[in-house]
Structures are given as structure tokens and as C-alpha cells.
């Protein structure tokens, strides 16, 4: 059945880095986008990039432009989220979606704290 499953949440501290992964089972990964959404503590669900299929083109929340970069290998089947010069704001659970023509899944969620 189809999964995506989520790593590389942890604990960092302000200005540090991580780097998330969605890797699919169960779909042809290629044909679908992929979507990271973020939920903080009290706050609604925020889209946070986005990369799209086949071309691979981008687009990033105002929040997170210029620090976070989304990428895939189709090869793998799994896209990725680079997080640097994370801010406490940062903070939240993370979710990734692969979404295609008449189809979505979703990921568990990773947690993703930003402290010191």
C-alpha cells in the first residue's frame, strides 16, 4: 500500500541546521509533487515549499526563503527539505504530501525543535 515515510526531525539550536526526507512506497513518485507543511505549537498548518514533478520547480513560503531548500531524487523516490540558519520560530511538526491529478498522501510528521 501506498506510505511516505518521514526522518531526520530532532533537536537544534538557533542558527544550526537539519535536513528532513520523505521517501514514497506504492506510487509512481516521479508523477507526483511534493509539498512540506509545518505545524507549530498553536498555530494553524503553514505550507512551507513546494517542488513540482517532472520539472522540479520550487516555491517557498516568505518565512523560510533563502534558508530552506526542497529537492527530490526520483531515483530514491524521495524528497528532501534542507534547514539552515534555523530559528526558534522554526519550530513545529513537519509533514510532507505527494500530491498528483486525482491523488494525495500523507506523511506521518517529524518534530522539528529549535533551542537553545
Known amino acids: 500500500q501506498v506510505q511516505l515515510v518521514e526522518s531526520g526531525g530532532g533537536l537544534v539550536q538557533p542558527g544550526g541546521s537539519l535536513r528532513l526526507s520523505c521517501t514514497a512506497y506504492g506510487i509512481a513518485f516521479s508523477t507526483y509533487g511534493v509539498t512540506w507543511y509545518r505545524q507549530g505549537p498553536g498555530k494553524e498548518r503553514e505550507l512551507v515549499a513546494t517542488?513540482?514533478?517532472?520539472?522540479?520547480?520550487?516555491d517557498y513560503a516568505t518565512s523560510v526563503k533563502g534558508r530552506f531548500t526542497i529537492s527530490r531524487d526520483n531515483a530514491r523516490s524521495t524528497a528532501h527539505l534542507q534547514m539552515n540558519s534555523l530559528k526558534p520560530e522554526d519550530t513545529a511538526v513537519y509533514y510532507c504530501?505527494?500530491?498528483?491529478?486525482?491523488?494525495?498522501?500523507w506523511g506521518q510528521g517529524t518534530q522539528v525543535t529549535v533551542s537553545s
Open positions: 517542488i513540482r514533478r517532472i520539472d522540479g520547480t520550487t
Open positions: 504530501k505527494a500530491y498528483g491529478v486525482r491523488d494525495a498522501y
